[in-house]
Structures are given as C-alpha cells and as structure tokens.
C-alpha cells in the first residue's frame, strides 16, 4: 500500500472552507472541503469517502494543492491533442498554402484539403487526416472561403414582370383568396432525405 502524501500546513481547515464557501466552482468546493479534512486530522480514505472518489484522485489533488494551493483544484480545460506539424512543417505548409498548387506537379488547380493531406505526406511522411489539417489550418489562421454563387442575369427578367404577373393572377381568383408565394431554392421540392432507422 502506498503511503500518503502530506498535504502542505500554510493552510489552515478554516481557511480552506472560507474559499470554498466564497467559490462558485462546485468541483473546486468538493476537492477544497476534502484537502480541509485531511488539514483536520482526517485521513485521505475518508475524504475519498466524503468526496465520492478514489484514494489515487484525493492523492492527485493533494499534489495539485501542495504544488499551487487552493487555485490549483480549480477546473483545467484539457489541453487536448498535440499538434501533428511541428513549427517547421507548419511553415512550408503556410508557403505551400500561400503560393498554391502546381497544376502539372500537384495535377490539381486549386488546394483541397485531401491534396494537402496528400502534400503533407509526400513531404514529411506523415498521415493526417482531412479533419486534422483542417484544424491544423484553422490554428494556422485560415478559413475555409467559397465563393457566392452569381446569377447570370435572368433573375432581372424574373423581377421585372413579377409584380405585373402576380397581380394577373390575383384578378382571376375570387376577392380575399390568399396566395402562396414559393421559391424552389427555399422549398426544397424534390427534396429527397435519407432514410433513417427511427
């Protein structure tokens, strides 16, 4: 059995349960009132047990109070996953990105993130993913931009007679009958969903 750690003494169990009242993390209050225990004379056992923990996370959070006090039982994000380029990757992938693909070299005209991924793996012989550079990229400062697409004028000939042939149409129906106005962009006729299990 391992034997316990002490827990530093600067810190009285009055203290402790001052700023735990005064906090407004319940994680942090749940981990200030269990190091208070032990500061009383309690064991770490019983503070994993008013806790509702483990020994092994009484004994980490020992170890998180005794390296920074009580601001060190507050919550950490996580730092999640490293990067996958190092900073001298991650430069000549900027380069590539900003000078652009070589269509009789790469075959391509423009970057797609799967030709990166591509590049990345001729280059430096590593594996990623799409969604990995595309997190990397965005680290980098990039966005992903496509272009609007432009109607090529018909849209003028469609505004310019709309008024006069919505009020033909008005004239023939009865006075008072209310008329539906539908765009097939926006009704999304023909519109055809997958089938899911419910």
Not at 39 to 68: H, M, P, Y
Not at 122 to 131: A, I, Y
């Amino acid at each position: 059995m391992a034997a316990a750690i002490t827990v530093r003494r600067d810190w009285t169990a009055g203290e402790l349960r001052k700023v735990a009242r005064d906090c407004a993390d319940g994680d942090q209050v749940r981990r200030l009132l269990a190091i208070a225990l032990i500061v009383d004379g309690g064991s770490q056992s019983e503070a994993a047990k008013l806790a509702g923990v483990t020994l092994q996370i009484v004994r980490d959070w020992v170890l998180r109070f005794n390296a920074e006090g009580p601001n060190g039982l507050g919550n950490r994000k996580a730092r999640g996953r490293a990067s996958i380029l190092n900073d001298q990757q991650r430069a000549r992938l900027d380069v590539q990105v900003e000078t652009g693909p070589i269509p009789a070299a790469h075959g391509v005209v423009r970057w797609r993130l799967i030709d990166l991924a591509q590049w990345v793996w001729d280059e430096f012989g590593l594996s990623v993913t799409r969604h990995r550079l595309s997190r990397e990229l965005r680290a980098m400062g990039y966005r992903k931009l496509s272009a609007r697409p432009r109607h090529r004028g018909g849209h003028r000939a469609f505004k310019k007679g709309f008024a006069d042939r919505l009020t033909a149409i008005c004239s023939k129906l009865p006075r008072g009958t209310p008329v539906e106005l539908w765009w097939q962009d926006e009704a999304r006729i023909g519109q055809q969903t997958k089938l899911n299990r419910r």
